[in-house]
């Protein structure tokens, strides 16, 4: 059974870093994508980022591109998000999903219906 851990979320002031990771166990293909989404207080989830563990594919929404940045170790089977400069409006539950068999798209971020393993999310609270 595929699980995802994440950690890594807290509390960090405006202008602040924070490193998330998703571990991830339970595969049977060897071929994976991670997928970032969050979701904030009173809105809809939104997908952030990918990244595929056998090819190079990777997507950076465009609002957070430049702040946020992806990366796995396939040593490991984690996957990182790196958020820099964060504001308060990056305030939301970050949650890590993962598919086999699944291609990241250059162009448009992941899709919720696409990932068929989640993980429970870790809450990042951007305050003074």
């Known amino acids: 059974q595929v699980q995802l851990v994440e950690s890594g979320g807290g509390l960090v002031q405006p202008g602040g870093s924070l490193s998330l990771s998703c571990t991830a166990s339970?595969?049977?293909?060897?071929?994976?994508?991670i997928g970032w989404f969050r979701q904030a207080p009173g809105k809809e989830r939104e997908g952030l980022s990918c990244?595929?563990?056998?090819?190079?594919?990777?997507y950076v929404l465009d609002s957070v591109k430049g702040r946020f940045t992806i990366a796995i170790d396939n040593a490991k089977n984690t996957a990182y998000l790196h958020l820099n400069s964060l504001k308060p409006d990056d305030t939301a539950v970050y949650y890590c999903?993962?598919?086999?068999?699944?291609?990241?798209?250059?162009?448009?971020?992941?899709?919720?219906?696409?990932?068929?393993?989640w993980g429970k999310g870790t809450l990042v609270t951007v305050s003074v």
């Open positions: 990244i595929g563990n056998r090819d190079s594919s990777t």
């Open positions: 999903a993962a598919a086999e068999l699944y291609l990241c798209s250059s162009y448009m971020p992941p899709q919720e219906y696409g990932m068929d393993y």
């Open positions: 339970g595969f049977t293909s060897g071929s994976y994508a």
